[in-house]
């Protein structure tokens, strides 16, 4: 896989997502101008939610994440995962919380070859539990106005039952790359809360437009 990696290198060198220099994926430049900024965010259903950096129309991190998305670049969530990791430390404890990707449909994850939520924490030595299913394939949130985001997403997520023994009196942190409106966010937590958790938080990387 190495070997195959170098020879893709060679052909196809790495180039910077954001502007365009040779070498890595995202240059170090521009990975330390994405701001950390730890921002919380209300939303109904939640206990609290954390943005983890700075978030702004057409800044870096935006770049980064629709590369990620929509250019298939899996190797990106993984440059995210130690402050991910810093900020759960710092704010949870470990044993008594569950990390829950937020899931696409599996059309969708298909479509990418994998679902960026679960792709940022599938290294974090926590426990992962990919317990919400999406069970309609809705069209993405950011391309409807704000009233018609909640009617899309209505009835389209659901707890896996084989997941429940796993949530029993734990407290849930869902993981997300962008809240936007927060109507996702807050239709996981409901759901979540509807089949008996007490406490659900979130983390994404940012939030905004
Ligand atoms: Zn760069």
Redo the contacts with the bound molecule.
């Keep these: 896989m190495r070997v195959l990696n170098s020879i893709l290198n060679i052909i196809f060198p790495k180039k ?1 997502v ?2 365009e ?1 040779d070498g890595d994926i ?2 170090r ?2 990975f330390l101008s994405i701001k950390k900024v730890c921002r919380r965010i209300s939303l109904p259903h939640l206990d609290f939610v954390c943005a983890i950096y700075r978030y702004e129309n057409s800044g870096v991190l935006q770049k980064v994440i629709k590369s990620m998305k929509y250019r298939f670049l899996r190797d990106i969530p993984r440059l995210f995962e130690y402050d991910i990791l810093d900020f759960l430390e710092k704010n949870f404890d470990k044993s008594s919380f569950v990390l829950v990707p937020v899931p696409l449909h599996p059309k969708r994850e298909k479509w990418r070859g994998f679902n960026q939520s679960f792709e940022l924490i599938k290294n974090l030595d926590w426990q992962i539990v990919p317990a919400i299913k999406r069970t309609r394939n809705t069209k993405p949130q950011a391309e409807l106005a704000r009233y018609e985001r909640l009617e899309n997403l209505n009835g389209a997520f659901t707890v896996h039952p084989s997941a429940l023994p796993k949530l029993l009196n734990k407290k849930i942190i869902l993981v997300d790359d962008v809240c936007t409106t927060g109507t996702t966010l807050s239709e996981c937590a409901r759901v979540l809360k509807g089949a008996g958790v007490k406490e659900v938080y979130a983390v994404v990387l940012g939030h905004g437009g």
């Design positions: 910077c954001c502007c220099r995202l240059c430049g521009c």
